[in-house]
């Protein structure tokens, strides 16, 4: 049974991990995965490394989208795929599938203004995942025609059998008495880094020992992400707060290093843009660092909503709120007690609903799509 993921971007990000979890866990004594991007770059080489085969359609200019329309259609009935499941609403991919005659799932990862092409992808397709109930309420909006094409199925973690923490301490010469909190992210403006940085300078004046860890890397070619970057150094700048810092770039342990913080924030905003609003589908970090037992500190927006039960396994905050963030940051610093707690109903909840089990009924749907096609 031959799949043909399609994972348009090049950057590694929440959805990017989350595809290459899918792929890895496949039972290949069933399922034969390809993976085909439409850019070179980080998560081509961590595909590869993975053992995925991975093909590169490259675009360039207007006419490459129609060129990829094609070689996807042609490359479909040439391997005869049996079904394409497409880590986003790239409709490219969508009508290319559609051209070849077979089904195709889509992914509906981050919330986002709309276009017709997004319905149009939801409409070609023989329906689409989903990662919250939250990110298919706001997708619903525009009509409510569209909410029998979803299905919900969370993003899960592949927790290894033994997970030792980072060694940040020794890696960037912190002392044992520093305190650890950071965020992990693109280098979005959604992912509310300048919250991040305004509820630092408020955590520094009662816990002067707290250093603060920006965990993500920029896109080789993103301008717009290295010139975020530098907004955030000059924040950090003119706060004075350059010493307690540190950029850790992108990691490939993760969950390491996660697990060497003593709290994780996620702090991610919500922006308007045109008519709709950007903000998290789902929040892959938090479910990372309960898979760790790290207490997180998040924003009430998007899927983070359903991720954590405030004060149960884990504290909501409102929206772009530098003042609330550090003040629940230093009360789970004081009470251990009940960081503690939060650690071990968290930890639960993963085990429950996050784990790799829970991808058994992405399988499910793919051999239900595939039976009925015969």
């Given at each position: 049974?031959?799949?043909?993921?399609?994972?348009?971007?090049?950057?590694?990000?929440?959805?990017?991990?989350?595809?290459?979890?899918?792929?890895?866990n496949l039972n290949r004594r069933y399922f034969s995965p390809v993976l085909i991007c439409y850019e070179d770059g980080p998560f081509v080489e961590k595909a590869r490394r993975s053992g995925i085969e991975t093909i590169v359609?490259?675009?360039?200019?207007?006419?490459?989208?129609?060129?990829?329309?094609?070689?996807?259609?042609?490359?479909?009935?040439?391997?005869?795929?049996?079904?394409?499941?497409?880590?986003?609403?790239?409709?490219?991919?969508?009508?290319?599938?559609?051209?070849?005659?077979?089904?195709?799932?889509?992914?509906?990862?981050?919330?986002?203004?709309?276009?017709?092409?997004?319905?149009?992808?939801?409409?070609?397709?023989?329906?689409?995942?989903?990662?919250?109930?939250?990110?298919?309420?706001?997708?619903?909006?525009?009509?409510?025609?569209?909410?029998?094409?979803?299905?919900?199925?969370?993003?899960?973690?592949?927790?290894?059998?033994?997970?030792?923490?980072?060694?940040?301490?020794?890696?960037?010469?912190?002392?044992?008495?520093?305190?650890?909190?950071?965020?992990?992210?693109?280098?979005?403006?959604?992912?509310?880094?300048?919250?991040?940085?305004?509820?630092?300078?408020?955590?520094?004046?009662?816990?002067?020992?707290?250093?603060?860890?920006?965990?993500?890397?920029?896109?080789?070619?993103k301008g717009k992400e290295a010139e975020y970057l530098e907004m955030l150094k000059k924040r950090i700048r003119g706060l004075g707060l350059t010493e307690s810092f540190i950029f850790a770039g992108f990691r490939n342990d993760?969950?390491?290093?996660?697990?060497?913080?003593?709290?994780?924030?996620?702090?991610?905003?919500?922006?308007?843009?045109?008519?709709?609003?950007?903000?998290?589908?789902?929040?892959?970090?938090?479910?990372?660092?309960?898979?760790?037992?790290?207490?997180?500190?998040?924003?009430?927006?998007?899927?983070?909503?359903?991720?954590?039960?405030?004060?149960?396994?884990?504290?909501?905050?409102?929206?772009?709120?530098?003042?609330?963030?550090?003040?629940?940051?230093?009360?789970?610093?004081?009470?251990?007690?009940?960081?503690?707690?939060?650690?071990?109903?968290?930890?639960?909840?993963?085990?429950?609903?996050?784990?790799?089990?829970?991808?058994?009924?992405?399988?499910?749907?793919?051999?239900?799509?595939?039976?009925?096609?015969?």
């Amino acid at each position: 049974k031959r799949i043909l993921y399609v994972s348009p971007f090049s950057h590694i990000g929440g959805g990017e991990i989350s595809i290459l979890t899918i792929i890895a866990n496949l039972n290949r004594r069933y399922f034969s995965p390809v993976l085909i991007c439409y850019e070179d770059g980080p998560f081509v080489e961590k595909a590869r490394r993975s053992g995925i085969e991975t093909i590169v359609f490259r675009r360039a200019g207007l006419m490459s989208e129609f060129s990829i329309i094609w070689r996807l259609s042609r490359y479909i009935k040439k391997k005869k795929i049996c079904l394409m499941h497409v880590n986003s609403l790239d409709i490219r991919a969508g009508i290319a599938a559609w051209f070849a005659g077979i089904p195709f799932i889509g992914h509906l990862r981050v919330i986002f203004p709309l276009t017709w092409r997004d319905r149009l992808f939801i409409r070609l397709s023989i329906f689409t995942i989903a990662v919250s109930e939250v990110a298919v309420d706001e997708f619903c909006k525009c009509s409510e025609v569209y909410r029998n094409k979803f299905i919900v199925i969370p993003n899960v973690v592949d927790m290894p059998e033994a997970l030792s923490p980072a060694p940040l301490r020794s890696e960037f010469n912190i002392p044992e008495s520093a305190i650890l909190v950071g965020m992990a992210g693109r280098m979005d403006p959604f992912k509310g880094h300048m919250v991040f940085i305004d509820a630092a300078a408020l955590i520094k004046k009662s816990a002067p020992r707290t250093l603060f860890f920006i965990i993500g890397g920029t896109s080789p070619g993103k301008g717009k992400e290295a010139e975020y970057l530098e907004m955030l150094k000059k924040r950090i700048r003119g706060l004075g707060l350059t010493e307690s810092f540190i950029f850790a770039g992108f990691r490939n342990d993760i969950l390491s290093t996660i697990a060497a913080l003593d709290i994780i924030v996620v702090p991610s905003r919500v922006i308007r843009k045109g008519a709709g609003i950007v903000t998290e589908g789902f929040g892959r970090v938090a479910i990372e660092a309960m898979a760790v037992g790290v207490p997180v500190v998040a924003s009430d927006t998007g899927g983070l909503k359903e991720i954590i039960e405030n004060g149960v396994t884990g504290i909501l905050v409102p929206i772009s709120d530098p003042a609330a963030i550090a003040e629940n940051v230093i009360y789970l610093l004081r009470d251990s007690e009940k960081a503690n707690a939060i650690r071990a109903t968290a930890k639960s909840k993963f085990e429950a609903l996050y784990s790799i089990r829970a991808l058994d009924k992405l399988y499910n749907v793919y051999d239900d799509i595939i039976n009925k096609e015969k």
